[in-house]
């Protein structure tokens, strides 16, 4: 009896690794191929930040890490920014023309940020919610971003257009009640940063 119920106890105890490092195999799987997804976009992400006259060193790892909160790199408009050029959701069916969108989408909003003073995180939320997010920082005389901010400006925002933003009428969404954009989105993209600028630096030492 003590036998048996030791093989099964090692049987379990097998069964547990082969799990665990399975799980691990499929992790660093999905980041590998996640990271190989965003790094084939830096070249262009790069140029265009270039044509739009901002330094690709500095911004690219945020550009990248905006991607990577929109799309993970995948489909036609990784950038998520046919909204931001007055279009349906994925209608940009081209992922250059997409990035070339969000890179001036961003351009746009940086450059608006840095006038009315404000701090990267609410121009990074404002790439989500658009320019009035900035305005509305300013118009409360504040120049940094905050969670409640963000919350407060959705909230407007639904108030405006009640129909419009409703979450699906679903109470589980986590944005729930506040359905215009993600108040949790420059958040996101922050926690994203350092690692796509240490991805950045492992590509370029490799080329």
Not at 28 to 47: A, M, V, W
Request: some cysteine; glycine content about 4%.
């Amino acid at each position: 009896m003590k036998k048996k119920r030791k093989s099964a106890t090692n049987t379990i105890i097998i069964l547990i690794m082969v799990i665990y490092f399975g799980y691990l195999f499929t992790s660093s799987t999905i980041k590998q191929n996640n990271e190989q997804r965003l790094l084939k976009y830096l070249p262009d992400i790069s140029n265009e930040l270039e044509s739009n006259e901002l330094n690709a060193e500095e911004l690219a790892p945020i550009l990248l890490a905006i991607m990577d909160q929109e799309s993970h790199g995948k489909g036609n408009d990784p950038m998520q920014s046919s909204e931001s050029a007055g279009l349906k959701r994925n209608a940009i069916e081209d992922p250059s023309e997409s990035i070339k969108q969000g890179v001036f989408h961003f351009a746009e909003m940086y450059k608006y940020g840095e006038k009315q003073g404000v701090d990267l995180e609410a121009i990074i939320q404002s790439y989500n919610m658009g320019p009035g997010y900035i305005d509305f920082i300013v118009s409360n005389n504040l120049v940094e971003h905050s969670e409640e901010s963000a919350k407060n400006y959705s909230e407007y925002m639904v108030e405006r257009s009640p129909t419009l933003y409703t979450c699906n009428n679903d109470k589980f969404n986590f944005r729930y009640p506040y359905c215009y954009g993600d108040f949790t989105y420059a958040e996101k993209v922050t926690a994203r940063v350092e690692e796509m600028s240490s991805m950045i630096e492992e590509y370029a030492r490799e080329l």
